[in-house]
Antibody, heavy 121, light 108 residues
Framework: QITLKESGPTLVKPTQTLTLTCTFA??????????VGWIRQPPGLALEWLAL???????RYSPSLESRLTITKDTSKNQVVLTMTNMDPEDTATYSC?????????????WGQGILVTVSS | SSELTQDPAVSVALGQTVRITCQGD??????ASWYQQKPGQAPILVIY???NRPSGIPDRFSGSRSGNTASLTITGAQAADEADYYC???????????FGGGTKLTVL
């Protein structure tokens, strides 16, 4: 059974750096073709894809946020970490990590419950 | 703005068939996948890679594509299908995923 869970701060100040950890179980990020992605959703708004890391350490970023994002993995700990610099109130959103089963697909079949991050002074 | 365009809202009478569409140039080359999201819940994958349903998804959900438009069809909509629906595919460069803006489905 695949599960994912996000952890990190729920409140950050403007200009600070956000660090979120996705801890997963039920699959290995060393398996060919597998990836873990991050997606966010501001309150009442649409889903927005942020970043994705694959089993071979191939990393992809949203072009509009690439300069602010870093995604890394620790295969031994079954964790993926996302950092986002220079946080702004407009970055207030629920941040979710998800399992990508297919390198050639563009979908996520298992999602974490998400963590609501509020950016406020 | 998203590279994938969806109608903001669609309604359907209980038991009838509804089609939710997603338009984008990348859909000429890549298949769409679809998520259902209910308030306060994580998205659920309902269709992936052209027209595949994950385990547990009812067969009233189906996917199709024509030109630059992908469609999610619900045949015999149920009250439980009332939710937001998001399409996803690759961007026009093919390098990464992109989501549509979502469609709010109301079952009357």
């Amino acid at each position: 059974q695949i599960t994912l869970k996000e952890s990190g701060p729920t409140l950050v100040k403007p200009t600070q750096t956000l660090t979120l950890t996705c801890t997963f179980a039920g699959f290995s990020l060393s398996t060919n073709g597998v990836g873990v992605g991050w997606i966010r959703q501001p309150p009442g708004l649409a889903l927005e894809w942020l970043a994705l890391i694959y089993w071979d350490d191939d990393k992809r970023y949203s072009p509009s946020l690439e300069s602010r994002l870093t995604i890394t993995k620790d295969t031994s700990k079954n964790q993926v970490v996302l950092t986002m610099t220079n946080m702004d109130p407009e970055d207030t959103a629920t941040y979710s990590c998800a399992h990508a089963p297919d390198y050639y697909g563009a979908y996520f079949d298992y999602w974490g419950q998400g963590i609501l991050v509020t950016v406020s002074s | 703005s998203s590279e994938l365009t969806q109608d903001p809202a669609v309604s359907v009478a209980l038991g009838q068939t509804v089609r939710i569409t997603c338009q984008g140039d990348s859909l000429r080359n890549y298949y769409a996948s679809w998520y259902q999201q209910k308030p306060g819940q994580a998205p659920i994958l309902v269709i992936y890679a052209k027209n595949n349903r994950p385990s547990g998804i009812p067969d009233r959900f189906s996917g199709s594509r024509s030109g630059n438009t992908a469609s999610l069809t619900i045949t015999g909509a149920q009250a439980a299908d009332e939710a937001d629906y998001y399409c996803t595919s690759r961007d026009s460069s093919g390098n990464h995923p992109v989501f549509g803006g979502g469609t709010k489905l109301t079952v009357l």
